[in-house]
């Protein structure tokens, strides 16, 4: 089933709504992304906060403000939570982020053109981003330890590989958030590279859109990589979904690429949608994680 977000039109202001639902705040987003499309570079924008916001929400915002070097004339009154996350140009030192908060900041990594180097760029996050999500992030200690740390590490992980692998980014944004009151997580990884179906293209894959790429990769496995065995069938995705969405974990799993997207969770079930005409140059990457109630065995769900 493929859904499409609808877009209102005369919008001359971002707006930050108070949605916690995915498919709300995705068509908030698709909004956003529109306004944001049409503006010059080191041309004004403004914000306008009607509740709190998401990773989802605001790190492709973040992304493209950053790109085009927006300023932001106006935030409101209620946009202190957008500061204090290091909206919008994120924090580049990595080091330097504190632990003992209910968030991760938005990070903001320019990723180096040589692939040797690429790969231990990314590695170094992935290290560096466990630990804070550990500390941060899973601020009840009892979430880490029924979650496991091979659950957190490993959802990141495959994200972070696929980045290495198929992107060709040259920026990365990670934000993450933490509810204590509902013991919820949420990840927004953002690479600006060239999408799934310009990678699958350029590997030869036999793709006629970025729908019918989209749909590939969800549904058989594509992959833009050549496995040990001359496979091209990639598990990376299937492997967070089942890792995030099933009824221990109660979780969710989104991407966006190109014009394009797939949501999977046990609230809305496996929905592809349609950003048309709006299309995003990267991909978008969004983990949600709840709580489990007794403690979670990842090798149970993935191969």
């Not at 499309?37 to 009607?50: A, F, G, R, V, Y």
């Not at 140009?89 to 632990?99: E, H, K, N, P, T």
């Not at 006629?208 to 050549?226: E, H, R, V, W, Y």
């Given at each position: 089933?493929?859904?499409?977000?609808?877009?209102?039109?005369?919008?001359?202001?971002?707006?930050?709504?108070?949605?916690?639902?995915?498919?709300?705040?995705?068509?908030?987003?698709?909004?956003?992304?529109?306004?944001?499309?049409?503006?010059?570079?080191?041309?004004?924008?403004?914000?306008?906060?009607?509740?709190?916001?998401?990773?989802?929400?605001?790190?492709?915002?973040?992304?493209?403000?950053?790109?085009?070097?927006?300023?932001?004339?106006?935030?409101?009154?209620?946009?202190?939570?957008?500061?204090?996350?290091?909206?919008?140009?994120?924090?580049?030192?990595?080091?330097?982020?504190?632990?003992?908060?209910?968030?991760?900041?938005?990070?903001?990594?320019?990723?180096?053109?040589?692939?040797?180097?690429?790969?231990?760029?990314?590695?170094?996050?992935?290290?560096?981003?466990?630990?804070?999500?550990?500390?941060?992030?899973?601020?009840?200690?009892?979430?880490?330890?029924?979650?496991?740390?091979?659950?957190?590490?490993?959802?990141?992980?495959?994200?972070?590989?696929?980045?290495?692998?198929?992107?060709?980014?040259?920026?990365?944004?990670?934000?993450?958030?933490?509810?204590?009151?509902?013991?919820?997580?949420?990840?927004?990884?953002?690479?600006?590279?060239?999408?799934?179906?310009?990678?699958?293209?350029?590997?030869?894959?036999?793709?006629?859109?970025?729908?019918?790429?989209?749909?590939?990769?969800?549904?058989?496995?594509?992959?833009?990589?050549?496995?040990?065995?001359?496979?091209?069938?990639?598990?990376?995705?299937?492997?967070?979904?089942?890792a995030l969405t099933n009824r221990e974990i109660k979780g969710e799993f989104l991407i966006i690429?190109?014009?394009?997207?797939?949501?999977?969770?046990?609230?809305?079930?496996?929905?592809?949608?349609?950003?048309?005409?709006?299309?995003?140059?990267?991909?978008?990457?969004?983990?949600?994680?709840?709580?489990?109630?007794m403690p979670f065995d990842l090798y149970k769900y993935v191969k």
């Amino acid at each position: 089933m493929c859904r499409s977000i609808q877009l209102r039109t005369n919008k001359k202001v971002i707006i930050l709504e108070d949605r916690f639902n995915t498919i709300d705040r995705l068509s908030e987003l698709k909004k956003n992304l529109s306004y944001l499309d049409l503006k010059d570079e080191n041309s004004s924008i403004t914000i306008k906060q009607e509740g709190y916001v998401t990773p989802l929400s605001i790190t492709p915002l973040a992304a493209i403000i950053s790109k085009k070097q927006l300023v932001i004339k106006s935030k409101g009154e209620n946009t202190s939570y957008l500061d204090t996350v290091s909206f919008p140009y994120g924090v580049s030192d990595i080091r330097s982020i504190l632990a003992d908060r209910t968030y991760i900041p938005i990070i903001h990594l320019r990723i180096n053109s040589i692939p040797s180097m690429v790969t231990n760029q990314l590695n170094e996050i992935h290290g560096i981003f466990i630990r804070l999500l550990k500390s941060n992030i899973i601020a009840d200690p009892e979430f880490v330890q029924l979650i496991t740390d091979q659950t957190i590490g490993f959802v990141v992980s495959e994200v972070i590989d696929n980045i290495d692998q198929h992107s060709k980014a040259e920026n990365l944004f990670l934000f993450a958030q933490y509810w204590k009151r509902i013991n919820t997580c949420e990840i927004c990884i953002v690479d600006d590279g060239i999408g799934i179906y310009r990678s699958l293209l350029h590997a030869g894959r036999d793709v006629q859109s970025p729908m019918d790429a989209m749909n590939k990769m969800i549904t058989s496995g594509l992959s833009s990589k050549f496995e040990y065995s001359g496979s091209q069938r990639g598990t990376g995705i299937k492997n967070i979904r089942d890792a995030l969405t099933n009824r221990e974990i109660k979780g969710e799993f989104l991407i966006i690429s190109d014009s394009v997207g797939f949501i999977h969770s046990m609230q809305n079930g496996e929905k592809f949608l349609n950003f048309a005409p709006y299309s995003w140059s990267g991909t978008i990457i969004m983990l949600r994680f709840s709580k489990p109630t007794m403690p979670f065995d990842l090798y149970k769900y993935v191969k």
